[in-house]
DNA sequence: CCTCGATGTTGAAACGTTTTAACGCCTGAG
DNA sequence: CTCAGGCGTTAAAACGTTTCAACATCGAGG
């Protein structure tokens, strides 16, 4: 069933030594031509398939790295992890995938894998501030969408303060003076971070920061976003917001449709803004204003520092991106009709 | 930097033998309660983590499989995901995704490096026809969402023509008469078989298969969609369709915001039906009727067939689940005003 | 007191590569 | 004719585990 064919066999079918074809393998240009056609035939004769493993054992790396994400049905993360990919092939450099589901169990279990596989990084955004005290052992890490506390590690973030100020000094602009923000849970730094941002830019503009209604949501998913629609439409007339800030794109469209099918009009009785800019959010029915991340280029920086960790005099750095606003229908200024 | 502490240097520090520190990993019932302890204590206090190449080379086994997906941005592969993640887990195994992006080339390098980890399994849904006919190397492959062709391999897969017969009969029964197809390109087998659903369920109402406008696409994304419903709308009002079937959510989310932007309703002036069921299609501002398949339920399936692949007395089988038409918005009949 | 089985532990041989230093051969210079 | 040097090839020693047969040790049964 399975010969499991190996160096030797080939070797021996050529009529060379093992270390012959080893060079063929790893260093083409140093074995003679006629030799080398030689041992690929016999390689390609015997259906050899180097054992990766062994090639490690001996060699020490691994020529892939892996990427821990947070959530992998989020299409923040699979664009932040095309940007990973990218850069992981220009480096000769494969990529694994991984998913924690926002699960601490898993998360660890993939990380005990990855330093036993040896792979030659890890790249992870962490299910919580603890996990990311990931123990240091020997392979290097590097903290995507998260800011390192300490200095044992470098990290890639965007600069989440100034993402919510953006949004909500946009809505302050437009006219907007009651202005909801829907996120959560708060144990999540981001979601911290722009809500700091919004009462920032409430506070520049002179208004009081209590004129923002938080609305908790238990997680960032689109149906926790409907749910907050419901409970933003049940706020008595007086009070309620004329603008809605999410803390990401998903409970944005779950907003967007929960004013819908209320019969509501977007921007007309509730101008919205989003957060990462995901692709759905242009193509929502009303198109989203968001607040973009740069995704790809949040992966490709993150991919190339945890490359540069084994450079001898290496420096843990700590990257951190500007956000953008991106303006669209879902806050046009309401006609006056 | 790395003291890459090894196995005998815990058992030395725990005055054992390699053999016995072995044990304690793999078989820790075998060893005696004081000896164990104070393993674990050295290994604790060493940072050990076992190599899992040297594992694997002595071993054979390596705890892993992996899901080569065609786009980890599309939804409907991360659900599919989802359902592999969760059988490999409770089969104690770890899953690795990666990530081909429609590229044959990318695809033949992750599959070779698969190979020469020497994963448990490899779950594919291969980029064309073609490179489904990978070579067999040893190490077991099991198709997802394609039918093999030949008996060499197990397969997944959901009747796509059935799916498109459900999706047409639908809009037949709503009154439809022109309807147009949207999907491309039409190399993807899925493509070419969810129309001829349609065209069947077109045959089997006594109309003739020319009422059906076929738009092919570049490819199944969203700004794609967008593209078809301007061409859509572009068409002489006597032939223009009133119902669009379109190969997936992410062309029917582009059409539906195509539409909105030009002024025309959903589904008044145009029904529309998408294909997958993603969760955004719910989540859209006019929720789509689609054609569900069981995401989850086609990945955990794979993964069983994959895990049964080394049974002594596997067959190889080729599973085909039915698909589901969910009805929603965008296909409302159209109110008698 | 001897034997036996059970229990825990160990030494050494794999596993399939990469790597290093050495080897033989050939060519051209002296 | 000798010798230095280049080139292509190779034997053998790693790499860090797992595994297996063998080995102590001990208590019980004869």
Do not use: W
Not at 247 to 254: E, I, P, R
Not at 277 to 305: H, K, M, Y
């Amino acid at each position: 069933m399975k010969p499991s064919v190996g160096i030797r066999d080939v070797a021996q079918h050529a009529g060379v030594s093992n270390a012959t074809v080893s060079n063929v393998l790893n260093r083409p240009d140093v074995v003679a031509p006629a030799t080398r056609q030689r041992v690929l035939a016999a390689i390609e004769q015997l259906g050899f398939v180097r054992n990766e493993s062994a090639r490690q054992l001996r060699a020490g790396s691994s020529r892939v790295i892996a990427y821990v994400v947070l959530d992998a049905a989020n299409p923040f993360f699979t664009d932040v992890a095309r940007g990973v990919e990218d850069a992981a092939r220009d480096a000769g450099l494969a990529l694994f995938l991984c998913n924690s589901a926002s699960d601490g169990g898993r998360e660890r279990e993939y990380l005990e894998l990855l330093h036993e596989q040896r792979v030659e990084g890890i790249l992870i955004t962490p299910v919580d501030a603890e996990s990311a005290q990931i123990a240091e052992r020997g392979t290097p890490v590097v903290l995507v969408d998260r800011e390192a506390t300490d200095g044992t590690r470098c990290s890639v973030a965007v600069d989440d303060v100034l993402g919510g100020e953006l949004a909500v000094t946009h809505l302050i602009e437009n006219g907007h003076t009651r202005i909801a923000m829907v996120g959560g849970p708060l144990s999540i730094q981001q979601v911290r971070d722009r809500r700091e941002g919004a009462v920032r830019a409430l506070t520049n503009a002179g208004l009081p920061a209590e004129s923002l209604t938080f609305l908790e949501t238990r997680s960032l998913q689109v149906a926790e976003g409907r749910g907050a629609g419901e409970r933003l439409v049940g706020l008595p007339a007086s009070r309620r917001p004329t603008a809605a800030f999410c803390a990401n794109d998903l409970l944005a469209l779950g907003l967007l449709q929960s004013m819908t099918q209320q019969g509501l009009r977007v921007p007309d009785d509730l101008a919205v803004v989003g957060y990462d800019d995901i692709e759905f959010a242009a193509a929502a029915a009303v198109p989203l204003t968001s607040v973009r991340q740069p995704r790809e280029q949040l992966g490709r920086t993150a991919a190339q520092l945890l490359l540069s960790e084994n450079e001898p005099d290496h420096e843990h750095r700590h990257v951190k991106f500007q956000p953008e606003l991106v303006v669209r229908a879902s806050t046009a200024v309401k006609r006056r009709k």
